[in-house]
Nanobody, 125 residues
Framework: VQLQASGGGLVQAGGSLRLSCAAS????????MGWFRQAPGKEREFVAA????????YYADSVKGRFTISRDNAKNTGYLQMSSVEPEDTAVYYC???????????????????WGQGTQVTVSS
């Protein structure tokens, strides 16, 4: 199982960026997907999650209305569309996947079994 995160880079405040998470060795549609981020000197924090099946989405308050999580089952790839970015969004972004079919705390990084390597997002003011 491998998750490959990409799409990070340098963007000006107010701009947009789309992160991708390509999955291999698993069928993404059968997994819950999450995005987390870690800024320098801070703990990793929840950003967004997308449940398997119905595809219900959840967002951290800090990104609600600005970020959108989605998945393309045909490409076996997940996405995080980032809009109206702010300098506070600067961090390494990680995608994660979890297969369990029952309820779990999607905001906790310890809930996810598989992780991508991270992609750096830097927002300049």
């Amino acid at each position: 199982v491998q998750l490959q995160a990409s799409g990070g880079g340098l963007v000006q405040a107010g701009g947009s960026l789309r992160l991708s998470c390509a999955a291999s060795g698993l069928r993404f549609r059968d997994y819950h997907m999450g995005w987390f981020r870690q800024a320098p000197g801070k703990e990793r924090e929840f950003v967004a999650a997308l449940k398997r099946g119905a595809g219900t989405t959840y967002y951290a308050d800090s990104v609600k209305g600005r970020f959108t999580i989605s998945r393309d089952n045909a490409k076996n790839t997940g996405y995080l569309q980032m809009s109206s970015v702010e300098p506070e969004d600067t961090a390494v972004y990680y995608c994660a996947a979890e297969p369990r079919p029952y309820y779990f705390d999607y905001t906790q990084d310890t809930s996810y079994a598989y992780w991508g390597q991270g992609t750096q997002v830097t927002v300049s003011s």
